[in-house]
């Protein structure tokens, strides 16, 4: 309905001429090549997570973390292995996701937890670690955008020293993190996270009650070191160069040929078993692959709308200087919602944040932390967010219950950091 109606404005209110541009909307995304990857990598982690659980993986990881080494015992201990596992893989928010849901799911299913409290810690760690470790395709983006803004003239110096200098004013991202561990270790269930759904532990058959930890651990290692290795190899040996979506594609792709033959050769599974929940895992995700494919488009159409330049136009000169980056927080946030995209709005926005800021004579590294922050913001409470979708279907819950459960504990990291852009402002003009 989104997209009808935002193409129908754009088509000048004529019923025929917009039902023609929504199909050459989703015409384009399908020929576009990483948007069929994303759609394949959502489809194929359901064959692989459906695959952890049927061998037994699941159970092993249990038993292993659980019995045999004590280290979750308890509902804080059961989310801590997947808040830890967001702070470590920085490489690329989708992997971190996944790794962090697959490694939360049966602990939280053991311990009572919802699915939605996993949901959270995992898009709450993801988003924010990538843009405060920017050795990834966060920080090629925004190195790119910075060097536009010292080609233009407009600052002067190395795009990796004004990078630092504004992801040190990545305040969201800080007090996400802080949140979400205060949260988890003190067990906070604010707003609708109280009444969220909590998931049975599923009854799979295998052949030992316990499994075996590598059946899931073996998994994590290959998409972890895989993603690496073809960021590398995608970017001819720069990692901020390289191709996210190609990377996880491909490294799915040879996940599942490797744990094919691991499993026969464990004899964790038969060859029909795993062909049989492969595709069982696949079926479960073509409604999350749906869901993206409206994403995309309907962040398309508010792009070709030029909604963030509208919203940017009521940033102007009669703004304090003081107040400035708040504003420039408050604004990318919005953008980044209603587009669902952290990434888009830094293009939109650092080119317009910079400018305002040397003409009101206002700190540009602020007002870049405040873009950064603005833009993982609103793309981590935005429902059309890939990874607000991507999470939700690494822990198992639907994107409606995470988007609405996740926003109390959002808007209280965004309450204070856009009281520190202000304070900052205030301090540093």
């Known amino acids: 309905m989104a997209v009808l109606a935002g193409e129908f404005i754009i088509a000048g209110f004529h019923p025929i001429d917009a039902l023609v541009l929504t199909a050459e909307r989703f015409g384009g995304l399908l020929s576009e090549g990483w948007v069929l990857k994303t759609l394949a990598f959502a489809i194929m982690v359901g064959s692989v997570m459906a695959l952890i659980e049927r061998s037994g993986g699941v159970d092993g990881l249990v038993h292993e973390l659980s019995v045999k080494r004590s280290w979750v015992k308890s509902k804080r201990g059961a989310l801590m292995p997947s808040f830890i596992a967001g702070i470590i893989v920085f490489i690329e928010s989708s992997i971190t996701s996944l790794v962090a849901g697959a490694i939360g799911r049966p602990f939280c299913d053991r311990y009572g937890i919802s699915r939605a409290k996993l949901a959270f810690v995992c898009d709450s760690t993801s988003a924010p670690v990538c843009s405060l470790i920017p050795l990834n395709g966060w920080g090629a983006l925004l190195l790119g955008l910075i060097g536009g803004q010292i080609t233009a003239g407009l600052i002067a110096g190395e795009s990796a020293t004004w990078l630092l200098q504004a992801v040190a004013f990545n305040f969201y ?3 996400a993190l802080i949140v979400t561990f205060v949260a988890v270790w003190f067990e906070l269930d604010i707003g609708p ?14 052949a030992d009650d316990r499994g075996h930890f590598s059946l899931f651990l073996w998994p994590m290692v290959w998409m972890i070191g895989g993603v690496i290795a073809f960021m590398f190899a995608t970017g001819d040996g720069n990692i901020f160069k390289g191709s996210g979506s190609t990377s996880i594609f491909y490294t799915l792709i040879i996940t599942l040929i490797l744990m094919w033959g691991y499993y026969r050769y464990k004899n964790a599974i038969t060859s029909h078993d795993f062909f049989s929940s492969s595709l069982q895992g696949a079926k479960s995700m073509a409604p999350i692959a749906a869901i993206l494919l409206f994403a995309f488009a309907i962040g398309g159409v508010s792009s070709d709308m030029e909604v ?17 980056a708040g504003a420039i927080f408050v604004l990318g946030a919005i953008i980044a919602f209603a587009t669902g995209t952290s990434w888009g709005t830094f293009s939109i926005m650092l080119p317009i944040a910079v400018p305002l800021a040397v003409g009101l004579d206002a700190p540009v590294a602020l007002c870049m932390g405040a873009v950064i922050s603005g833009g993982v913001f609103g793309d981590h409470c935005s429902p059309i967010s890939d990874t607000t979708i991507i999470s939700a279907m690494a822990s198992g819950c639907s994107v409606q219950e995470h988007t609405k459960t996740q926003l109390p504990y959002a808007l209280i990291a965004a309450g204070i950091s856009f009281i520190l852009f202000v304070l900052f402002g205030i301090a540093l003009t």
């Open 193 to 206: 996270m109280r009444h969220a759904t909590i998931t049975p532990p599923p009854t799979i058959e295998c």
């Open 308 to 324: 963030g330049k509208y919203l940017a136009s009521f940033i102007g000169s009669y703004l304090p200087s003081a107040y400035l």
């Open 173 to 175: 991202a800080f007090i």
